[in-house]
């Protein structure tokens, strides 16, 4: 099976003017702070593919994808698994909340933060019946517990 990941680092508004709007993929598309920042998300999960996937390799770096609101620096890392519940467990928590090295990083975090994360930092998304899965890190992520929203 064929696995993808896409990892965004970059955003920008978006301008109701084109020529504006061109300037501003422009800016995000040569940003040095930007680039460096996705090249080494890419990084981290092409690392984190190569523990359970054949063949793994980046079939797109740093494209400008566009939404109705920002433009978005994307790419993406391909790799061919045997199960899909194995990459899951290679990619999360992703790389971009963790830091790296992964492992070390991690035994840090659980050391100095008083409480679990929770959602934060690990996926949403859904898993069909025919295999087929979409997930999304969960950034931002407003949480209700006894009736009291939280944003984390």
Known sequence: NVEASKPIKGTIGRSDDPEEDDRLKRTLATSVKD????SMI?????SDFH???????????HKIESYE???QLVSTVEGDAEEFKDVLKCCFPGGSM????KR???EIIRRLEQRDRGVYAGCVGFISYSGDAKLAMTIRTAVFEDGVGKVR
């Open 98 to 101: 963790t830091g790296a090295p």
């Open 35 to 38: 680039l460096a920042e996705n």
């Open 42 to 46: 890419v990084d981290l999960v092409t």
């Open 104 to 106: 070390r990083s991690m």
């Open 51 to 61: 523990r359970c996937a054949e063949n793994v390799e980046v079939t797109s770096l």
């Open 69 to 71: 609101t920002v433009h």
